[in-house]
């Protein structure tokens, strides 16, 4: 006998409409009563009517709009995979993913970005993008417009997203301040900071929780300069070269975006490997500055995982099945060393 909505309503003992929010993620269930839902949709094999919605799918497509600042920058390799793994999962419901890249952080760049996927008729858009006034405008005038917006990787304050796919920016600047602190090996730290960009608002926020985590670790430390790199290897090995040179009582980087690669560059080219150098993602080229004792550690964030659940959660959104705003979804903040690479 074939397993409907309504069989299952009347095994459960609740309403249709019950089972469907459950079902489909769809509004609040007491957890015991999901938890049964589920349970006899599994042993009853309950299979959802994928093929009726794909049809209705069909005569109007969900077109999902991407912004990364992936040009020169590795990381996003990853972003992307997630992507194309959630565009494949969802090819059947009528998806389309339009995927907009940029290099670097610069405003005007990421809102003309936007706006191509505006006017290509995207109605949900999935943004790594810039945290300033322009922006935030934008976004909160596509929101009031009833365009579904998830913020990829990295947050924007003040905006009325749907809601944020990424890391917790906090915790990974603390985890890496609790590091430094753990290991401590000298009496005073002099920290060159390398960041991606002060226009993102993960960045800025690796940095507040870093220093405050040294604070509470009772670390001594200063911030002798913290330096952009546009996610750029050349422009971060530049800056970090020209910083040590100035002051080779630096003892420590942190690097808070990209241009790892580059940063390493110019800690071998000085014969730095003294230095504590911190940071983030685990980029092939990241790890082996690991196993060469370059990057004493990693934080990295999941970014698969990020792809694929902005482009499901922006579908759902456009089929009805989130409500907005909905929950944050964050992925986990991992500590990589040699031993575990």
């Known amino acids: ?46 299979v959802p009517n994928r093929a009726g919605r794909a049809l209705a799918a069909f005569k109007t497509p969900y ?8 040009i020169g920058n590795r990381f996003f390799d990853d972003v992307k995979t997630g992507i194309n793994q959630a565009k494949e999962e969802y090819a059947d ?46 976004i909160n005038k596509l929101c009031d417009d009833n365009f579904k917006i998830i913020l990829l990787n990295n947050d924007v304050s003040g905006t009325k997203r749907l809601c944020y796919v990424g890391s917790d920016y906090q915790k990974a600047g603390a985890t890496c301040g609790g590091m430094l602190a753990m290991f401590s090996h000298v009496s005073f730290y002099k920290i060159l900071i390398v960041t991606g960009s002060r ?21 001594n430390f200063e911030i002798v300069a913290t330096v952009e790199s546009n996610d750029s290897d050349i422009i971060a090995q530049e800056e970090t070269l020209k910083a040590l040179r100035h002051d080779p009582s630096i003892n420590c980087v942190y690097v808070t975006g990209a241009g790892v690669q580059g940063v390493g560059a110019a800690l ?10 911190i940071a983030y993602d685990d980029l092939y080229t990241t790890k082996e500055l690991v196993q060469a004792g370059i990057i004493k550690f990693i934080i990295t964030q999941q970014p698969i995982r990020q792809g694929y659940h902005a482009i499901k959660r922006a579908y759902l959104a456009l089929a009805g099945q989130l409500t907005d705003p909905c929950e944050d979804f964050i992925t986990d903040t991992i500590i990589k060393i040699k031993a575990n690479l």
């Open 268 to 277: 071998i080219a000085l014969g730095r490997t003294d230095l504590m150098a």
């Open 93 to 138: 419901l009528g998806i389309e993913v339009i995927l907009k890249e940029v290099q670097g952080y610069d405003v005007e760049d990421h809102l003309e970005a936007v706006n191509y996927l505006v006017e290509k008729g995207c109605r949900a858009l999935c943004l790594a993008t810039v945290d300033t006034p322009k922006m935030r405008d934008y």
């Open 63 to 70: 077109k999902i709009g991407t912004l990364i600042p992936s």
């Open 1 to 46: 006998m074939k397993v409907t909505v309504k069989s299952l309503a009347e095994a459960a003992g609740v309403s249709r409409g019950t089972v469907d929010r459950v079902l489909h993620d769809r509004g609040a269930v007491k957890p015991e009563v999901a938890l049964r839902i589920k349970t006899l949709a599994r042993e009853f094999g309950y």
């Open 199 to 219: 226009l993102m608002l993960g960045h800025n926020q690796r940095i507040q929780a870093f220093k405050q985590s040294l604070i509470e670790g009772k670390v």
